[in-house]
């Protein structure tokens, strides 16, 4: 069983940060990508941020320059640091993990519960 744990969301103020952090855990042979999606109320998910396990990043245009991918291989951990937040950043952000795990050696993506993230005054 693998589980991904969110955490670092809240509520702050339009031109402030947050820290989130995702930690996988549980039968994890390998990971080859750990990604943050998030999901506004009305719109569809979108992939906000992704980090292979070798350090190749990219990120969403509406993001891009605000907000920093990064990660710790060796605990599992993806983390994303966002700067300068607009009300529009608003959103529940998923943790993605896309991994190998050690039941059956099976490649498949696992998904956070979610966090909640709230820009405003």
């Known amino acids: 069983q693998v589980q991904l744990v969110e955490s670092g969301g809240g509520l702050v103020q339009p031109g402030g940060s947050l820290r989130l952090s995702c930690a996988a855990s549980g039968s994890i042979f390998s990971i080859n990508a750990m990604r943050w999606y998030r999901q506004a109320p009305g719109k569809q998910r979108e992939l906000v941020a992704a980090?292979?396990?070798?350090?190749?990043?990219n990120y969403a245009d509406s993001v891009k320059g605000r907000f920093t991918i990064s990660r710790d291989n060796a605990k599992n951990t993806v983390y994303l640091q966002m700067n300068s937040l607009k009300p529009e950043d608003t959103a529940v952000y998923y943790c993605n993990a896309n991994l190998r795990n050690t039941v059956g050696f099976m490649t498949q993506d696992y998904w956070g519960r979610g966090t909640q993230v709230t820009v405003s005054v």
């Open positions: 980090i292979t396990s070798g350090g190749s990043t």
